[in-house]
Structures are given as C-alpha cells and as structure tokens.
Nanobody, 115 residues
Framework: QVQLVESGGGLVQPGGSLRLSCAAS????????MGWYRQAPGKERELGAL???????NYADSVKGRFTISRDNAKNTVYLQMNSVKPEDTAFYYC?????????WGQGTQVTISS
C-alpha cells in the first residue's frame, strides 16, 4: 500500500502565495507521476498540475504561469508552489500518485483564498 500525506493548506489573501507538499510512503517501487487535483464546492474534481518521473509537467490552463509543480525524487515528495492566488483557487487540493499504473489519492488539504 501507498500512503500520501499532504500539508501546507490554509487561508491566504488574494495575490499571496502558498506551498503545498505531499509525501509518499509505503510500497513504492516506480513512480510514474505525481501531482495535484482540486475540487471546489459544487464542482467536479479537476487537474491542477502533474509531473512525471522524467520531469515533464502538465498544468491546467487556469493555473499556468502562477503555479509551479516540483518533485524531490529522493524523498518521494511533490510540491505545488502557488503564487498570485485568486479567490477561484479556493478548493480542496488532493495529491495523486501513479505507482506503476496504480492510482493513489491523499486525504486532501483545504486552500482558501479570501481577504
């Protein structure tokens, strides 16, 4: 089994910054990709950002230029640096991991953008 533990959520004012972290542990042999999805109240879960084992990244159009995903392979940890945040970034953010084709989800962390 694989466990994902997210941290870094909270309340931030519009225009501010926040960094999310997700550490993976357990039966990890070959991670294909890690990333973040988010779900706002009343909306479907959507992609935020993904990073592959080779370092390729994929971002939702709504966060391009503002969010940066990175990964520490030695620590099996993925980060999401969120800059210039907007009220519409308010959501529950879920870490996701693709381990040899098996998908694992974290419990999520709440991010609220409000003045």
């Amino acid at each position: 089994q694989v466990q994902l533990v997210e941290s870094g959520g909270g309340l931030v004012q519009p225009g501010g910054s926040l960094r999310l972290s997700c550490a993976a542990s357990g039966s990890i042999f070959s991670i294909r990709a890690m990333g973040w999805y988010r779900q706002a109240p009343g909306k479907e879960r959507e992609l935020g950002a993904l990073i592959t084992s080779g370092g390729s990244t994929n971002y939702a159009d709504s966060v391009k230029g503002r969010f940066t995903i990175s990964r520490d392979n030695a620590k099996n940890t993925v980060y999401l640096q969120m800059n210039s945040v907007k009220p519409e970034d308010t959501a529950f953010y879920y870490c996701v991991l693709n381990e040899q084709g098996s998908i694992y989800w974290g419990q999520g962390t709440q991010v609220t953008i409000s003045s």
